[in-house]
């Protein structure tokens, strides 16, 4: 009786595949007479390209690679019945976002946890192109992101890196040198963006709670690059989800009533002192979203960055030494490193490009949408389609970058390799993404990378803990991360007086 069923379930199945692949050969011979896409792997109706991939065995990043290395610098994924347009050459990536910047500035309709997250994408990530993006975009980059504010924000910085270098001694101390790299470049850079965001340091409790909060969201599946495979289990993250944003509310909205508070009764020259265009204030659901985002996004990409260098940098011992010599060269061994005098050091910029370029923070930007049908490198675009862009592959194309695979921050100090990060004249590397939904935070985000890594190799000189080595492999949370923690141990170095 087992044996029937099983058969019978199993001709079932094998119909069910025959019915798909012809029905594929009816849609495929239409949707060609429809449009010229760009090419890409053979797709299933309704399911598209998701059973090569669960079957493939890879990440979805590792998948598009593979894809990518088959069809070329523009092709298409299927993810279900949505195509998905990945761009992974450097020119016509310039053509999309710098040429046609308008037109691939739009974002992809959010749907589930996301648009929980987002608050219905009023968010400046995920907001679509248009009026409410600009005022929001406009208000952080004049109120939080100017070079004034920046700079207003230098006790910020000099208490989150006193705190980050006491916490690694003490650690050190305790373990024979051996320290918790990853955990404590995520809090440092977290102090520094809480006490901009609400103008104040917080107490230890209130930031632990804080920083715990935000770390379960973005490690909670409920937002990030999960987006990219539809859940079957959308329901059931849709209510933790839901709940991790109660508690994001109850957490987040007395810290921001008490900053108006203190100001009077009006937020001034802050992430939340914004009017809308059509004379709308901020509610308060708009506002825990503005600062959820400030506060994820520019943790998680810092620190991440700050993590893939101080791993090369405990490889590679002969870049730290000259590292280590530029900048006591400069600013000598025992007064701490500025941030004017972090622009004097060329090596250390460097060493931060080649990081950004070996590792960016993702492989790919935050997905874009083209606000009307367009073509691109001889393919149509659909107005429908969400478009990507590969931007690893564009950072180790050996067109651009002689040995890409290689860490050599000489190609940028000695070769005279030159870069322009914003990718307006020429993308060569774009880990902030390019064109008009480029980070908002790239300066901030130098800064705080050159200014950290100074300090660290500054005070400590970093080493591999005996008899085990650095493993570069990665995985992929809300930013691909080291799959395992980096076995640093640190030795002072500093003469204090």
Not at 17 to 32: H, M, P, Q, T, Y
Not at 306 to 328: F, G, H, K, P, S
Not at 490 to 495: S, T
Request: proline content about 6%.
């Amino acid at each position: 009786m087992a044996t029937s069923c099983g058969v019978q379930s199993f001709l079932l199945l094998l119909a069910f595949v025959i019915s798909l692949f012809f029905l594929r050969l009816i849609l495929g011979k239409n949707s060609r007479r429809r449009k010229n896409l760009p090419p890409g792997p053979f797709a299933w109706p309704i399911v598209g390209n998701i059973p090569q991939l669960i079957f493939s065995g890879h990440t979805y990043e590792v998948f598009v690679k593979k894809v990518h290395e088959k069809y070329g610098p523009i092709f298409t994924i299927w993810m279900g019945s949505t195509p998905r347009i990945i761009i992974a050459g450097r020119e016509l990536a310039h053509k999309a976002l710098i040429q046609n910047g308008a037109v691939f500035a739009d974002r992809p309709v959010l749907s589930g946890t996301r648009k929980i997250f987002s608050s219905n994408q009023h968010s400046i990530n995920m907001a679509t192109y248009g009026p409410l993006w600009r005022s929001l975009r406009r208000n952080l980059v004049s109120e939080t992101l100017s070079s004034s504010a920046i700079t207003a924000f230098e006790v910020a910085r000099e208490w989150s890196i006193e705190r980050l270098l006491g916490n690694l001694r003490n650690q050190a101390a305790q373990n024979g040198g051996a320290v918790k790299v990853e955990e404590n470049l995520y809090s440092a850079i977290f102090c520094i963006l809480v006490y901009m965001c609400f103008g104040s340091k917080p107490d230890e409790a209130t930031l632990k709670n804080l920083q715990d909060l935000m770390w379960e969201v973005t490690r909670s599946g409920s937002v990030g690059p999960k987006f990219l495979i539809p859940s079957i289990f959308e329901r059931r993250r849709r209510v933790r989800a839901a709940e991790i944003r109660r508690r994001q509310r109850d957490t987040l909205l007395p810290l921001i009533h008490g900053r108006r508070g203190a100001a009077g009764g009006a937020y001034v020259d802050s992430l939340l002192a914004l009017t809308l265009d059509n004379g709308r204030s901020l509610e308060d659901d708009d506002l825990v979203t503005l600062c959820a985002e400030f506060l994820n996004a520019g943790t998680d990409t810092t620190s991440t960055c700050l993590q893939w260098l101080m791993a090369n940098l405990v490889i590679r011992q002969d870049v730290q030494a000259r590292l280590y010599d530029e900048i006591v060269g400069v600013v000598g061994k025992e007064k701490p490193a500025q941030p004017a005098d972090v622009q004097q050091m060329p090596y250390l910029g460097a060493v931060v490009k080649e990081s950004l370029r070996r590792h960016p923070p993702g492989h790919f930007v935050m997905p874009h949408a083209v606000s009307e049908p367009c073509r691109l490198g001889g393919y149509d675009i659909p107005a429908e389609a969400w478009v990507n862009f590969f931007i690893t592959a564009m950072a180790s194309d050996p067109g651009a970058w002689p040995n890409p695979l290689e860490f050599r921050p000489e190609r940028f100090a000695d070769d005279g390799a030159e870069v322009d990060l914003t990718g307006t004249k020429e993308i060569k590397m774009i880990p902030f993404g390019a064109g008009r939904r480029i980070c908002p935070g790239i300066d901030l985000a130098l800064l705080h990378m050159h200014l950290i890594v100074a300090r660290l190799v500054q005070e400590f000189e970093w080493q591999c803990k005996p008899g085990e080595t650095v493993d570069l492999s990665e995985v992929q949370e809300l930013t691909k991360v080291l799959k395992y923690p980096l076995p640093a141990i640190i030795k002072e170095r500093v003469c204090h007086e």
